[in-house]
């Protein structure tokens, strides 16, 4: 099986799991709080692993604290979905703000150059999303994180399959 093979596959899978998620999107969102909640668990045990692990070391305590804080909200977003998912559609909209204001200033200060238009358009895109999400809050919590995900998915697959083709024309 060559490269160029394994990506056309991963990209039409990829593409497949994203139209599931359109068609599902709530439980795309169940499933994408799943999974932080369990991320954040496992990343959670392997730095207070690490820490106790480290001979000597002076930042332990710090990375304890760290390791227990992600592995309490690991816990909490699995035993709490739908407050999970309240609360990581939350930070998604704040998320979207915070980076769309950001990407308006710094369009500003490259004024006269190609990239303000890319900026100050991708900037107000992303307030405006920002602005959707909490309007319609928290009933949007029910689906944005899966709808998310399922453009994700959607994305990355025609990416695979486009990578294939250079590949194949590098060949």
Same mark, same amino acid.
């Given at each position: 099986?060559?490269?160029?093979?394994?990506?056309?596959?991963?990209?039409?899978?990829?593409?497949?799991?994203?139209?599931?998620?359109?068609?599902? !999107?709530?439980?795309?969102?169940?499933?994408?709080?799943? $999974?932080? /909640?369990?991320? =954040?668990?496992? &990343? +959670? #045990?392997? @730095? *207070?692993?690490?820490?106790?692990?480290? !001979?000597?070391?002076?930042?332990?305590?710090?990375?304890? $604290?760290? /390791?227990?804080? =992600?592995?309490? &909200? +690991? #816990?909490? @977003? *699995?035993?709490?979905?739908?407050?999970?998912?309240?609360?990581?559609?939350?930070?998604?909209?704040?998320?979207?703000?915070?980076?769309?204001?950001?990407?308006?200033?710094?369009?500003?200060?490259?004024?006269?150059?190609?990239?303000?238009?890319?900026?100050?358009?991708?900037?107000?895109?992303?307030?405006?999303?920002?602005?959707?999400?909490?309007?319609?809050?928290?009933?949007?919590?029910?689906?944005?994180?899966?709808?998310?995900?399922?453009?994700?998915?959607?994305?990355?697959?025609?990416?695979?399959?486009?990578?294939?083709?250079?590949?194949?024309?590098?060949?």
């Amino acid at each position: 099986m060559n490269s160029r093979f394994l990506w056309v596959a991963l990209g039409g899978l990829s593409i497949i799991a994203g139209i599931f998620a359109l068609m599902n !999107p709530l439980a795309a969102t169940l499933t994408v709080e799943q $999974l932080t /909640g369990w991320s =954040f668990l496992f &990343l +959670g #045990v392997l @730095l *207070l692993w690490a820490a106790f692990r480290a !001979p000597g070391w002076d930042g332990r305590a710090w990375v304890m $604290l760290l /390791g227990l804080a =992600f592995s309490v &909200l +690991g #816990v909490w @977003l *699995l035993a709490r979905p739908m407050a999970g998912i309240i609360s990581l559609t939350l930070m998604v909209a704040l998320v979207f703000l915070v980076s769309g204001l950001f990407k308006i200033l710094i369009s500003f200060a490259l004024r006269g150059t190609v990239a303000f238009w890319m900026l100050l358009i991708s900037g107000a895109v992303s307030v405006l999303l920002a602005v959707m999400i909490l309007g319609n809050f928290p009933a949007a919590a029910a689906t944005i994180l899966g709808l998310l995900l399922a453009v994700e998915l959607i994305s990355s697959g025609v990416s695979m399959i486009a990578l294939a083709g250079t590949r194949a024309a590098a060949d």
